[in-house]
Each structure stands twice: as C-alpha cells, then as structure tokens.
C-alpha cells in the first residue's frame, strides 16, 4: 500500500495531536506552524481526564506532567473570600485533573510527533487550502496532501478557504491570562486545590500549576472598561479580590486580552479537508475543555481515517463519533458564562446548588467520562490509579 501523507496547519494542541497520532499508524506527516517558534508562555491549561488519556496514548503524559500538582478538589469563592462551593473527589476514583503550562503541553506533543517522524515547520504559514488536497503556503510554494487538516484556531484560513459553512459568534467575555511566581507565603487555598473567584461580572481562575508556579486567568465582559484594559489595570482588579491581591500583584506579564468566541459549524470537513480544535468549535473557557476536546479531535481523526482506505467514511465516523460530546460540552461552557451577567445573590445560590447537585456534576464532568476512538482503556490510566 501507499505510504498516505497528511498536511497540517497549526502546531497547537490538536495539530501536534493529529501529527503525533497519524504518524504513529504510520502516515508521513508535515506541520506547518506560521509562528517562528514553538512556543505558548505565559499561559495555563486545565487537562481533565479525557485529555490525560490522550496524552498516554500518544506518549506525552510524562513529559506534560513532570513537577505538576494533581488536583482533588475545587472551590468556589466569592468576593469576600467566602466558599460558595466544594467538590472532592477522592484519589480512589481515578479522576485526574491538572493545570499545566501549555507551553510544556504543547512542547511534549511535539517532542512525541517528531520522534514517531512527523516533520514540523516553523516560520511556515497555511493561507488555503482546497478540498482536493492542495495546501497553498504564504511563500508561494504548495503541498498535496492525502489528508489536510485545519488546526489553525478561531480564525482559520484553512476552513475560511475551503468555505465551511458555520458561523463565528461572540461570546461578550474573555480572559487576560498569566502564569505567576507562587510564593510559601500563598497559603490561602488547601493543598491540592484550584479555585473560581466571583466578584460582579469579574472573575479569577486560580490553580497552582508548580512548587513554584500559579496559574491565573482574569475573566469578565467585554463592557467592563477596567476589567478589559491592557496591561491590566491590577487596581482595579485588586478591588474586586482584595484576598488574593498579593497573587494578582506579580502579574508583570499577561497575555493579551482574549475575547472567548463560538465557531459553530455545519461540518467539520469537506473532501480531503478535515478541521479540529477551534477551528472547527471554539467555545469560551469555562469548563476548561477547549484543550481536552483538541486532543480528542487528534487521537480520534487520526484513528478512524487510519482504520480503512476509504478517507470521506473515516472521516464520516469521526465526526458522528465526536460531534455529539464536543457539541455538548460547548453548550453547557456557554450556559456557565451567562452567569456573569447574574445580580450576585441569585448567582452565588446558584453556584451553591450547582455544587451540590449530582446531576449537574454529572454534567461538568461528561468530558472527563468520554473515551474517544484511538485511547485503549485497556492500556491506559494507569498513573490514575496510583496520583
């Protein structure tokens, strides 16, 4: 049989993903990645237990998690630095949960797709791509592909040159996101825990992510003129979390701000075209399941259209496989948002009762309970057993 190639655009999580799992089934692979350099600092990324399996299966589990803390319990505070809500769950139940650098993530996805001998392109950007296989770089020069995948993010050039039909909403809110010394002195939450300030329409995910490291992600609507400012106006931040001011004072260098937006689609590929990741459904990050659905998308597509010859039914399965879960967690993160713009009282009852409930927990935690094509339960989740 003929050796299939497939051509990437993007060397985000998905992208590094596909790469990694096509050229383990034994695909040759190229990536072409428009920045100069592999890199995500200054941000954070929860991975839940379905994107931990991923990594397993691809092998960068190790590498993504080495010197990180595992997280048992999460909790909801308020702008007096109250607990409006808990949620445990003990290290019995395998559930895994981390924040991570996503500049580590994205590194140990590389570090796997090159060694299985993927080839990957920096300073190398997709600026279309036709559904016959044809990629067109911005140097002039073109590739063919067997496979093309559009891993290029909200504003893909790939699927706005194929023209998917779909459409890209604004979601009124994003983030101002940065990675902070953590200090002994920080001794506010438990060991082992992540939390969710409130405090009016702003909020603060905060998540130690190393001995040495905090994770936060400032987040509030877009007509929130100081919640929005750039540099972010830690004044004004302060106010709002008085509690952990100290935390929020070593923010020297955020990312910028972030608007969170909703690409909606009616398909995820067209002829030899397939997209992934928030090309296909970006969605805001409320569950912290953009990075997770990524890597389901990866291992799943690069499963499926390895199992037959015949690409259009491999990458049909794919998409009845992964729609349904990705299509629900993109909703119930959108739902969550809509509670910024709840009077406080009211919002904290909710928060409360949200804790509480099973049945909502449940929801939360669909992602984390769905296992996508190419992750073989059977040899993997082993670390979860032992933390």
């Not at 592999?38 to 080495?66: F, P, Q």
């Not at 890209?168 to 002994?184: D, E, Q, Y």
């Not at 090309?279 to 037959?308: C, F, K, P, Y």
Request: hydrophobic residues 40%.
């Amino acid at each position: 049989m003929k050796r299939r190639h497939a051509v990437i655009a993007g060397a985000g999580i998905g992208g590094l993903t596909a790469a990694a799992g096509l050229a383990q089934r034994g695909w040759s692979v190229e990536v072409h990645e428009r920045a100069p350099v592999i890199r995500a600092t200054g941000s954070g990324i929860y991975i839940g237990e379905n994107g931990l399996r991923v990594l397993e299966a691809v092998g960068a589990y190790e590498e993504t998690l080495d010197g990180g803390i595992r997280f048992y319990r999460r909790e909801t505070r308020d702008h007096r630095n109250r607990t409006v809500g808990r949620y445990h769950w003990p290290p019995e139940s395998g559930l895994r949960i981390h924040v991570v650098a996503r500049e580590r993530l994205v590194l140990a996805l590389r570090n796997v797709a090159v060694k299985a001998g993927a080839e990957v392109f920096t300073g190398s950007e997709v600026v279309a791509a036709e559904p016959n296989g044809t990629v067109r770089l911005a140097d002039g020069s073109e590739r063919r592909g067997d496979l093309v995948i559009g891993a290029d993010g909200v504003y893909s050039k790939t699927r706005e040159s194929v023209g998917f039909p779909g459409r890209i909403t604004s979601l009124n809110c994003g983030a101002i996101r940065a990675i902070v010394p953590r200090l002994p002195t920080d001794r506010d939450l438990p060991e082992d825990t992540y939390a969710e300030y409130w405090s009016g329409v702003r909020r603060v995910f905060y998540a130690p992510i190393t001995a040495n490291e905090t994770y936060l992600a400032l987040m509030t609507v877009d007509d929130d003129p100081e919640g929005t400012e750039e540099p972010p106006n830690l004044d004004a931040w302060c106010r709002s979390f008085p509690a952990i001011a100290p935390v929020l004072r070593r923010i020297v260098n955020p990312l910028r701000w972030t608007p969170f937006e909703q690409v909606k689609l009616e398909r995820w590929h067209i002829g030899k075209v397939a997209l992934l990741g928030d090309a296909a459904h970006a969605m805001s990050a409320n569950l912290g399941q953009g990075g997770g659905t990524a890597l389901m998308d990866g291992i799943s597509l690069a499963e499926n259209v390895s199992r037959t010859d015949d690409l259009e039914a491999g990458l049909n399965r794919w998409e009845e496989r992964e729609r349904p879960i990705v299509d629900r967690i993109q909703m119930v993160s959108n739902l969550y948002g809509k509670l910024s713009y709840w009077p406080t009282l009211p919002r904290y009852m909710a928060l409360w009762a949200m804790n509480r409930s099973e049945w909502v927990k449940n929801i939360r935690t669909v992602a984390s309970n769905y296992v996508p094509d190419g992750v073989d339960l059977a040899r993997v989740g082993q670390a979860g057993k032992t933390g």
